[in-house]
């Protein structure tokens, strides 16, 4: 999913009253990363009986509302609606795994979901309150994302110790960082970002979500 993603880079070191857009695009931001996992929610709700099949065209259609996002970044409303059907329709894709989730052990969807609020919260201050642009990071987050895809893909053919657990782990410092990025990236942006930056700060918190769940369920085990 976060393959999707797109990313400028801005050359200025702002401080808060330079900041362009500031608290306009935080907040414009945030609004559109709150309606898009309420609309997640939502699909896993309504999606928790579907099968394996139609889950799976789910995550498709999913995909191809991401790449949309890539040509119509001043699409203004059409961009709106290519995020909002990617978040419905990833929650439709997940909706029967959560379900079993939450049948199985329900304290670690809840815990989960704690962990990444104040997870995201922490990071997500600590990259909006630096000053500095630490956009040249995303290279580096982008290369061991590669790295993370490549022990995943061995991990199913080769038996790790602890490989769940060391998979997760590594999951979240790398969308760690990646929040880290993107929260100081809104310091700069315009408001004709907002979209990107949404989309950007919905994968993030959707994959350390599903990384805390692989955690926390490996650890009642």
């Known amino acids: 999913m976060s393959s999707t993603r797109s ?62 996002l890539n040509f119509a970044r001043d699409a203004g409303g059409l961009a709106v609606m290519l ?54 990071g995303y290279r580096v987050l982008f290369l061991l994302l590669l790295g993370l895809i490549v022990y995943g893909f061995v991990s199913l053919f080769a038996s790790m110790p602890a490989g769940n657990t060391v998979y997760a782990l590594l999951g979240l410092g790398i969308f760690g960082g990646y929040t880290v990025l993107d929260f100081n990236r809104m310091r700069r942006a315009g408001m004709d970002e907002a979209v990107q930056l949404a989309a950007g700060g919905f994968l993030d918190i959707l994959n350390i979500f599903l990384f805390f769940l692989r955690l926390f369920t490996n650890r009642s085990r």
């Open 7 to 68: 990313y400028g880079s801005d050359g200025a070191v702002l401080g808060w009253a330079g900041s362009v857009g500031d608290a306009g695009v935080f907040g414009q931001t945030m609004t559109l990363v709150a309606a898009t996992l309420g609309l997640l929610t939502l699909g896993a709700y309504m999606g928790r009986h579907l099968g394996e099949g139609t889950s799976l065209i789910c995550f498709i259609i999913a995909l191809l509302c991401f790449v949309g």
């Open 83 to 136: 995020l909002f059907a990617a978040g419905a329709f990833l929650g439709l894709g997940l909706g029967g795994g959560l379900d079993a989730y939450a049948e199985a052990a329900p304290g670690v969807v809840w815990q989960s979901a704690g962990a990444t609020a104040l997870f995201v919260g922490a990071l997500g201050s600590l990259g909006y309150a630096t000053r500095s642009d630490l956009s040249g």
